[in-house]
């Protein structure tokens, strides 16, 4: 079945010590989008890629970046966490329409981050 | 600044009755809809979407959508104990604009 994917499902890190986290599609979406949710609110988009094209969301941290190598793989690196990054991570694809509608956001099952 | 604002909740039917969900949006521009729910601990996972006014019917889950008042719901008949989750609305304004605005999520709860 086709689907979004994201590893590790649960990482645990220390403070200021980078982590890495993984998506991968095989959906064949044209856009790819990293969010964090905390408990009780909704997702906050963090940065989106269509295509190659890199769209950071004007109050995303520094301390977050992005790589999107292929059109099946995207990564969100956290350079230097802090406990106030710990979160829910979401991958979500989605591909673009002619006429502007749609836009279906299709979401990974998510990684769980903790920072101690 | 685009909102989109869900009624608070926690919302609690009993088994077998009708859920109402209702969400307002306050960008004109948003031509999609769409609502997604969320179990404790999980992703969301999309439900339903809607673009044109009127309803939209998917099973148990109508959708409905009123451009002119600026309003969305999502109606869930014969609920199920299943159907206890966080339910999302969301938006989008098309075009190059590929993000979603997302209220905060109301929690359903359906009681046996």
């Known amino acids: 079945d086709a689907m979004v994917i994201q590893n590790p499902r649960y990482q645990v890190t220390q403070f200021g010590k980078p982590v890495t986290l993984s998506c991968s599609q095989t959906?064949?979406?044209?856009?790819m989008y990293w969010y964090q949710q905390k408990s009780s609110q909704a997702p906050k988009l963090l940065f989106h890629?269509?295509?190659?094209?890199?769209?950071n969301e004007a109050d995303t941290p520094d301390n977050f970046q992005s790589r999107r190598p292929n059109t099946s793989f995207c990564f969100l690196d956290i350079r230097s966490p802090g406990l106030g990054d710990a979160a829910m991570y979401l991958c979500?694809?989605?591909?673009?329409?002619?006429?502007?509608?749609?836009?279906?956001?299709?979401f990974g099952p998510g990684t769980r981050l903790t920072v101690l | 600044q685009k909102e989109v604002e869900q009624n608070s909740g926690p919302l609690s039917v009993p088994e077998g009755a009708i859920a109402s969900l209702n969400c307002t949006y306050s960008?004109?521009?948003?031509?999609?809809f769409f609502w997604y729910r969320q179990y404790s601990g999980k992703s969301p996972e999309l439900i339903m979407s809607?673009?044109?006014?009127g309803d939209k019917e998917d099973g148990r889950f109508t959708a409905q959508l009123n451009k002119a008042s600026q309003y969305v719901s999502l109606l869930i008949r014969d609920s199920q104990p299943s159907d206890s989750a966080t339910y999302l609305c969301?938006?989008?304004?098309?075009?190059?604009?590929?993000?979603?605005?997302f209220g905060k999520g109301t929690l359903l709860t359906v009681n046996p």
């Open positions: 979500a694809t989605s591909s673009r329409t002619p006429d502007g509608l749609g836009n279906e956001q299709f």
């Open positions: 959906l064949n979406h044209n856009v």
């Open positions: 960008d004109r521009g948003s031509q999609s």
């Open positions: 809607i673009y044109s006014n």
């Open positions: 969301a938006g989008s304004n098309g075009g190059s604009n590929y993000k979603l605005t």
């Open positions: 890629y269509y295509d190659k094209d890199f769209n």
